[in-house]
């Protein structure tokens, strides 16, 4: 037995950390029957424990002086060795989360993550680039590169309500990455009573952090931190400032709260910027508030964000081959005049539109007014799509309208008012202001779509009984109108459109049926572009906005076409796998020829197998034309796009929409395709009024006959479209623009080919993975080549994920498992799971392997090197290395910023080198009948082996390895570092000076009896201080954060490496 006596400096001792080796730093005796122990565990930590001679039988000395008995079983130590390459597979691998992802990653994106975001720590970032550049592929990069990193176990993304399930798919589907989409059902159903507190990795909406106060408490619970929040369609989180007057919305308050509850911080927008300055650094204080603090004054607040954006615009773009990544597109305008029947029906129902508009406008101080004026734009848009949706929205709205005049006759009768005109109560439908009607317009399509049924049907400005029953008897009249336009059979727009399908897939020409037929693609070089070229085989997209119109044209173009199976439908009702199914068939079967889609398929979906598309009906809000258009013009298209727009003569919306769009044209021959990428941020302006696209088409339904109007509509069209109006737009996009150009794009090709060499390749993950498993008592056979089926995952394993996992759960058995991503689903085979770094199968393999063979990377062993005919002998050490700086973390430790793992090699003369990631798997174990580690140890050859060589490997790494080391994080670190420091003074001292002197004038004008009602000089003065305390605050983090330092290097594991000579 040992005694406490024994204990020296350097000795490696067993019984003080369970499984595992500490070596002795001091000894210190009090007494004859007590010492304090203080040791360093393999991890690098120093730590202190008393000990008493009742201890003594629990304490094992390995060897006082020499740790390395190398008597562990060789074939073990290479599989736990194994297990901790693995687990530190970041450090050899530099894009790891590409080679463990099913991403095949562009050049910018690979820029984004691993230039320009994962180097920074912490990262608060504003990544810009263009619509359709895969941002979300960038994002889940990231966040699986921080996983591996140990950085990140909670993360939260923040999108619109309509992108979340596209996030939840992507990032489960290409990055394994297990998100919950947090619903007020699941929220209230936590545990807890905060879903928050007790999902890791989750998505939420926007709007529901926003304006729902129970929501936001919880998510500002204590313990409610983040270590990376993501914000998806960042702008929509804005501020503006108009007229001195800074208008802060519910989602900029939502960003500030954000911003403060996680470590890392990412806002995504493709527009960031709408032209004003003021608004913008606003929206860049929500990254750092300190560096864009106070009212933004022109000429003395200036910024320079590029340390904090990335904007990429999709002409900059290139594949890895260095052409561009993306295709030209065109848009044609195709008109179409209405029938005498069909144009009676449109003034008609114009009419009755106008007609209830200006009832509405009588609705002073009326919460209904707001919502009948949404479902009058509805009714016209309606009214502009086909017969058929026109007609059922007047039946659908008369039939619930005359049920509400019952309800109303039996409340009269009852007693309840006796006057037929005297005021009625309106029917409970939700009153919508116009933040609500911009909420409606981002919703996900089935939300839209019973949203508007219910206020279509059930809003009206009828004030009383007798004003109700005049409306229904307005809407008989309309309904029977349409109803006799429905079945007269001639439906110009379809016709026009059956026209172009003829076209499309029958050798016919084009130029007759488009409206600019000699159009030019004004790119350099790019000369004119030619129409499609007619083919049976063509595959069209068909965008409209009404499942009415959806149902009515599957009906003609099937008929039309002669096959039910040539057309495919998307809507807001159908679920989220019948989508993907859908978009499946319509990308791999050649017999679907045709997608009808509404808006829910420019919701997230990828139709780029598609290169035409037509809008049968066109949107009120320019961002869904850019999001349709985005659905085949985005990443993997190879062909030219083109649209077409089909747009009523002689109506007042569609003279609006066809003047937008023919000037869209000329401006396209002048400027290029990229101003489809700006349709969103037109805004129409004319006499002093600033409006949005639906209020412009509003203000032409209601008052487009009066001379004035038309003048104010042709002014806000030519204004907002004029050439050099969209080229400050396009300008705008440039705003910290990076740019990549052949020689960029060829340096990012040898990284990743350099990566690649470097990488753990999938046969090393397999042979590993198939060992431990098998040790760990679960056995997977082989059913295809590499491909293997686990019908039983033993308990250990599969409850591992609960202490180290961070959401995705093993599971009991898997029909099939892959390492390589060609594996994962071959033609006809069952979809394999695909095993990689950070799948919790592995993981929990890895931990437990490493949790259960602690102290043998620290005993080391002995492995035989077969290609080595002499005989001495060499020894090999795997060494840890970490920078931190000042900045601590929550449990009080200091934050590990950079991190470094290597082996070197020491031989008998005292020389080291470096080797390559995994030197043990060039040799084997020890064979039986071969000598053990004790009799080689013994042998003359190996008696330079002592305790000094742990220490000649830590003395050669930091002479050589820490410096070089150091230096680069220094470098990389403290040039941000600098350019923050100086960003926030400039913007600070200037606001305190400010302040200061504010507070003085205040302090005159008091003293003259002449007080400023809205500030006070001691306001001024507060302010000024509070400014003050955040400066040194904010410093004294910047000074924490530029205190780097080395750690020493820990050595981890060794292994004795004996040439065959010597046996």
């Known amino acids: 037995m040992m005694k406490l006596e024994q204990l020296q400096t350097h000795a490696a001792l067993r019984g003080i950390v369970p499984d595992a080796l500490v070596t002795v730093v001091n000894v210190q005796w009090f007494g004859a029957e007590a010492l304090e122990l203080t040791y360093k565990t393999a991890d690098g930590k120093v730590a202190n424990e008393l000990l008493y001679r009742h201890d003594e039988p629990r304490l094992d000395i390995v060897e ?32 790891l989360a590409v080679h463990t992802s099913v991403v095949e990653p562009l050049p910018h994106q690979i820029t984004a993550v691993y230039e320009h975001m994962l180097p920074r720590q912490p990262l608060r970032f504003l990544l810009a680039d263009d619509p359709g550049a895969g941002k979300t592929i960038m994002a889940g990069l990231l966040i699986k590169e921080l996983i591996a990193r140990g950085d990140l176990q909670r993360c939260l993304i923040v999108c619109p309500g309509s992108l979340a399930e596209q996030w939840q798919d992507e990032l489960y589907r290409r990055f394994h990455l297990p998100f919950e989409i947090l619903t007020n059902d699941k929220l209230e159903a936590a545990r807890t009573g905060n879903g928050f507190l007790e999902t890791n990795l989750c998505i939420a909406r926007l709007d529901k952090l926003a304006r729902n106060e129970d929501v936001r408490h919880k998510l500002q619970a204590p313990d409610c931190r983040w270590d990376l929040v993501v914000c998806d369609e960042a702008h929509k989180m804005s501020a503006t400032v108009f007229g001195g007057e800074t208008k802060y919305t519910q989602r900029y308050h939502l960003g500030q709260l954000l911003s403060g509850l996680t470590r890392h911080f990412l806002l995504m927008s493709a527009t960031p910027h709408n032209g004003k300055e003021a608004d913008f650094q606003l929206f860049m204080a929500l990254l750092d508030g300190d560096r864009f603090e106070g009212k933004y004054r022109d000429g003395v607040h200036s910024a320079d964000v590029s340390d904090l954006m990335r904007r990429m615009v999709k002409e900059n773009l290139r594949k890895f081959d260095g052409t561009p990544l993306f295709p030209e597109r065109i848009a044609y305008t195709v008109p179409y005049r209405l029938s005498a029947r069909e144009a009676a029906l449109y003034q008609a129902v114009t009419e009755y539109v106008r007609t209830e508009f200006n009832r509405v406008e009588a609705l002073e101080n009326d919460q209904r007014a707001g919502t009948v004026g949404f479902a009058l734009t509805i009714l016209q848009r309606r009214l502009a799509s086909s017969p058929e949706a026109i007609h059922q929205s007047l039946r659908r709205r008369r039939e619930r309208l005359e049920s509400r005049l019952r309800e109303l006759e039996l409340l009269q009768r009852a007693g309840e008012f006796a006057n037929p005109f ?31 049924e219910e206020i279509l049907d059930q809003a009206t400005a009828a004030r009383s009984i007798a004003e109700l029953r005049l409306e229904i008897q307005t809407l008989t009249t309309l309904e029977g109108q349409a109803l006799a336009v429905r079945r007269g059979g001639t439906d110009t727009k379809w ?12 050798p016919a020409g084009f130029a007759h049926r488009v409206a600019e037929p000699e159009a030019q693609y004004a790119v350099t070089g790019a000369g004119e572009i030619p129409p499609p070229k007619p083919s049976p085989h063509q595959k069209l ?21 002669g096959r039910k199976d040539a057309v495919a439908l998307i809507h807001g009702g159908v679920g989220r796998a019948e989508r993907l199914r859908v ?27 598609a290169h035409l598309m037509v809008n049968y009906d066109l949107p009120w809000n320019p961002n869904r034309l850019e999001q349709r258009f985005g659905r085949i013009h985005r990443i993997g298209q190879t062909e030219v796009c083109y649209l077409w727009n089909l747009v009523a003569d002689d109506t007042r919306e569609g003279d609006v929409y066809r003047k937008l769009l023919e000037k869209l044209e000329q401006a396209r021959q002048a400027l290029g395709g990229q101003v489809f990428d700006v349709l969103g941020k037109l ?47 396009l300008d705008d996009r440039q705003l910290a623009q990076d740019s990549m150009d052949a020689s960029a794009v060829q340096r990012i090709r040898a990284d990743m080919e350099r990566a690649d060499a470097r990488r753990l390749q ?39 994920d609960r202490l180290i996992g961070i959401g995705e759960p093993v599971l009991p058995r898997y029909e099939r498992i892959a390492f390589e991503k060609t594996l994962i689903a071959p033609p006809g085979q069952p979809l394999a799971a695909f095993v990689c770094p950070g799948h919790p199968l592995l993981d929990a393999v890895i931990d437990l392997t490493l949790e259960r063979n602690r102290d043998l990377l620290k005993r080391g062993a002995v492995l035989v090197d077969e290609r080595d005919f002499g005989v001495e002998p060499r020894v090999m050490f795997s060494l840890e290395h970490a920078i931190q700086d000042a900045s601590l973390h929550r449990d009080g430790s200091r934050r590990v910023v ?36 004790d009799a080689l140890l013994a042998r003359p050859e190996c008696q330079w082996i002592t305790r000094e060589l742990e220490q000649t490997a830590q003395g050669h790494a930091i002479a050589h390895v820490v410096p070089e080391h150091l230096a680069e994080v220094r470098g990389r670190k403290l040039e941000l570092i600098a350019k923050t420091e100086a960003a926030v003074k400039d913007r600070l001292i200037k606001e305190i000076t400010y302040w200061d002197h504010r507070a003085e004038e205040l302090k005159l004008q008091e003293q003259a009896g002449k007080p400023n009602a809205k500030l006070n000089s001691l306001e001024a003065r507060k302010r000024a201080d509070l400014l003050q305390g955040r400066l040194q605050k904010r410093l004294e983090d910047l000074r924490l954060e530029a205190q780097i330092s080395p750690l020493p290097p820990v050595v981890l594991g060794g292994l004795l490496v004996v040439p065959i000579g010597l046996l």
Request: net charge negative.
């Open 64 to 95: 006082a002086g020499r740790p390395w008995s190398f008597d562990g079983d060789g074939a073990r130590f290479r599989l736990v060795s194994e297990a901790q390459r693995i687990r530190l597979a970041h450090l050899f691998d530099p894009v």
């Open 422 to 452: 005297a005021p009625i109560i309106a029917a409970t439908v939700p009153a919508l202001d116009p933040e609500d009607v911009a909420d409606l317009d981002e919703a996900p399509d089935h939300e839209v779509e019973a949203a508007e």
């Open 495 to 506: 016709i026009e459109l059956s026209s172009l399908l003829g076209e499309i897939f029958t």
């Open 541 to 561: 997209v068909i965008f409209t906005e009404h499942r009415d119109t959806l149902n009515y044209l599957e009906d003609r173009i099937t008929q039309f076409l």
């Open 583 to 609: 978009q499946e068939a319509f990308k791999h079967d050649p017999t679907v020829q045709i997608l009808l889609a509404t808006d829910a398929a420019g919701e997230g979906l990828n139709l780029q197998r």
């Open 683 to 729: 805004a129409f302006e004319s006499a002093g009024q600033v409006l949005s696209l639906r209020e412009l088409l509003i203000q032409a339904i209601r008052y487009g006959e009066r001379p004035e109007t038309k003048a104010f509509l042709s002014t806000a069209l030519d204004t907002a479209l004029d050439k050099s109006h969209l080229q400050s737009l």
């Open 762 to 800: 999938p046969h090393y993950i397999e042979s590993f993975f198939l060992e431990g498993f098998k040790q760990l008592g679960g056995a997977a056979r082989q059913r295809e080549t590499r491909r293997f089926e686990i019908t039983h995952v033993p308990a250990p394993v599969r409850h591992r």
């Open 898 to 933: 950079s991190k470094r793992l290597m082996y070197v090699e020491v031989d008998a003369q005292g020389n080291v080198r470096y080797v390559h990631y995994a030197p043990y798997l060039d040799f084997r174990p020890l064979a039986a009948g071969e000598p053990g580690a």
